[in-house]
């Protein structure tokens, strides 16, 4: 799940609105409506930190970065934990398999 939607998931669960979380976390209503629209998609960590520690979750939970997060898809968890188990050379050759598998943007 996107940081967009987690924030807007969370400020619905919680009955907050977008002011309410400005409020709470030192921020304008307008930063915070661009980050759950996505406009606004490279927030500081700091601010990370504020919206983890209002809504009460960890910071990989907020920008779906948490492999063990509930909303996971079990085989990527799965994968995940078989990754621990390499060595960091078996590591590293499965990262340049992944990067010379994306996609490259179109220019």
Known sequence: MSLAAKLKELRGKNRQSLQDVAD?????????????????????IELLTKLATHFRVSIADLVGENPEGANEDPALVAMYRDLKTLTPQDRETIQMLMERLKVPKEK
């Not at 976390?25 to 406009?39: C, F, P, Q, V």
């Open 24 to 44: 709470a976390i030192g921020a304008s209503k307008t930063h915070i409506y661009d980050l759950e629209t996505g406009r606004s998609n490279n927030p500081s």
